[in-house]
């Protein structure tokens, strides 16, 4: 929420649902821009920090935004003539476990929340944050405010869980690399998480976990359309993101097209193919806090195989360093080489389960442009390519056309 | 507390008296301007509102501004190499009634608090806010840390409730009208009662009541000095108010010279001075909420009477109308007459109760300067007169150096 003309936005499309006869709840972000502020005050403050009872006053500092932000919806509802009352994590409870700044909700009470809809009232709780067994405040880490009200609606049972955000659904793949990218009415729990993991934006990937797990259909939507739009057309809108395969699910093979720039490849050649040598590679990278994301190993030849892998950007040259000057050394490999400029495409859809011949059809598409794929991941609803990074557009654009996924104008 | 740099500084002083050995808690208020943001807010969503539920959500909303500055206290003092943790009013708990927005302490439990500074700890809680027994939290209005803190300090039997505010104590008179008032190194809890409640706006009267319940020292001092001032010399500074009335104290009769400006005086004259005439005046000016200040009755004569009472300026011309139009020819009284152009002065002592002539002494000096007095009204430690407004400041020199409270160069 931004200033008070979009909270006075969101309280009249909050009332119009709660006059057509819904029981609403809703769980609201800080206003804009504020948690950044909160955070940068304490970036001040402790350049450094003893880490637990910073990360503590941390989640003290940052829940502070979305309790003003809730009491100010509450106050806009009451202003629109709705009885509302917003509760804090805390007063709920959302309780959580005690690990300050990423916590995870272990249980919403909705007992009051339920008495506070029969009484007719809009109830109002912060996002992204709870309370730990002890009593301390916790936040759930960014994006938290999503897995906040799938949660809420998963304690409550509610219908469906509407996420506004800045973009009017889920897309195919990025309009702004394939501009006949088409919004998809609905997607299936299992593709979303693999798109949310593969680097689609809309949703923070523990909301789509935590939906998966409790069955709460959630519909992504835009909360730039206006207020005032048809409550029937409203609730079409955005994307579902639902457990049932229904037949409409059934004849799209590939849902969409994921990607991910800024990767990076490492190969550990001519390696002693022994048991452990994945633990031996991966055990220090791991350890420096470099996250891993493909992980390929080759048949074995002579004895000796390759290791290959892919990481960020940013920690490719930090990861080649240890290899080469530690783990390569001790473990006797011929060889380190790297790769600072790929990027992972993936195709992503329920309907591979039971289709044969997608990967075949990938694969056929990036060869007749000429991209060459350096790694194959595969899994029971993706396929996942690592390329030449300059390519990345070219090779989005083609696999959109070639699964059907294009816009009919 | 304003900038991070302010804080950095309230961080290093309460690392002082930390080293020094003393167990600290802290109560900060919000930072500079934020409470003010955030009503303001509030008053842009909602300018017509009902009330409980709008008050509700406006404590929901201002309690965040001493929650954010409580985390970001803690985080400084860690900077600092402190132990140091922050509490909400909830968590402590500080409970108080329903009242929204004016909330009253009604029990602070001390044990949490006492576990963390038994285990080295500085103890950071937000003022100005607590939990209801429905577990809302609520604030205590305008000036409601001073009065945590005295509560805080009383449920923990502090030695001593420091008051950092932005005037180094408390003095003889507003130092701005007379540049001979002199700072008082202690004054007695009952004066200050009368000096807050006369106008003197350095502590919330609340908290001086609170810390009269409670027989808490307090000491007002500067917010402004240098954090690395001599720690003793801090300890002595400022104004101690203080519930024993030793020697020095009783030397002087007179503590101070309290006064209000911008009072209006309003007199209903030739009234039958029958039981009830007081209720029958100012019971229609009470239901209109006008407050009433000083409120005298003449002796009778011919059975008719003359009724007199000052309400503050602002109100004036509204309690003028309605005694003219509707009170005075219901009783039946002679005419009303009015002066919108008066001050009140007071001197306060508690040495008063043990000294003649005190009162006399005032109306002495005030003669002696050609300033007629309009009215009188007096208590057991203070003596309040009612004088034209343009001769306020004179009055309040000559009282000033009749005392002989005027500074020694």
Redesign the interface.
């Known amino acids: 929420m931004g200033s ?1 003309e979009r ?2 936005n969101v ?1 009249k499309r909050v009332a119009k649902w709660a006059r057509a006869g819904h029981q609403m709840v809703v769980v609201p972000s800080a206003m804009s821009g504020e948690t950044n502020r ?1 955070l940068a ?2 970036g ?7 880490e637990t ?2 990360y ?3 989640d ?2 940052a ?3 979305e ?2 932000s ?3 919806l ?3 509802l ?2 629109e003539g709705l ?4 509760y ?1 994590g ?2 709920v409870p959302v309780r959580t476990d005690s690990s300050y700044t990423k916590a995870r909700i272990e249980s919403i009470d909705p007992e009051r929340v339920r008495a506070d809809l029969d009484a007719g009232r809009v109830v109002i709780i912060t996002g992204f944050q709870g309370i730990d067994p002890l ?3 916790t936040t759930l880490g960014r994006g938290g405010s999503d897995t906040s009200a799938v949660a809420v609606a998963a304690a409550l049972k509610a219908d469906e869980c509407l996420i506004y955000t800045d973009v009017d659904g889920v897309y195919t793949t990025d309009p702004r690399v394939v501009p006949a990218a088409r919004r998809l009415n609905s997607v299936s729990f299992e593709e979303m998480l693999e798109m949310a993991s593969l680097g689609s934006k809309v949703l923070q990937i523990r909301s789509v976990e935590f939906a998966g797990k409790y069955k709460v259909p959630m519909r992504v939507l835009s909360s730039f359309t206006s207020w005032d739009i048809d409550l029937a057309e409203e609730a079409k809108s955005g994307t579902l993101i639902t457990f049932e395969e229904d037949e409409k699910m059934e004849k799209a093979v590939v849902s969409g097209i994921a990607f991910n720039r800024g990767e990076a490849k490492i190969s550990v050649r001519g390696v002693p193919d022994t048991p452990g040598i994945a633990a031996a590679i991966l055990g220090p990278v791991a350890d420096a806090n470099i996250d891993v994301d493909v992980i390929i190993q080759n048949i074995s030849k002579d004895g000796k195989t390759d290791f290959s892998f892919t990481v960020s950007q940013t920690d490719y040259q930090r990861a080649l360093d240890l290899l080469r000057e530690k783990v390569a050394p001790e473990l006797g490999a011929a060889e380190v080489v790297g790769n600072p400029n790929i990027a992972k495409v993936s195709i992503v859809g329920i309907g591979m389960r039971s289709h044969v011949g997608v990967a075949s059809t990938m694969f056929r598409t990036l060869a007749q442009e000429g991209v060459n794929i350096q790694m194959i991941s595969t899994s029971e609803i993706k396929t996942s390519v690592v390329i030449d990074e300059k390519y990345l557009e070219l090779a989005v654009r083609a696999l959109h056309t070639a699964f059907g996924l294009d816009k009919v104008e």
């Open positions: 008070t909270i006075r309280a909160l005050l304490a001040e403050l402790a350049p450094d920090h003893p009872p910073y503590r006053e941390l003290m500092l829940a502070t935004g309790q003003a809730s009491a100010l509450a106050i806009a009451q202003a009885d509302a009352v917003s804090t805390w007063q009593g301390n405040i």
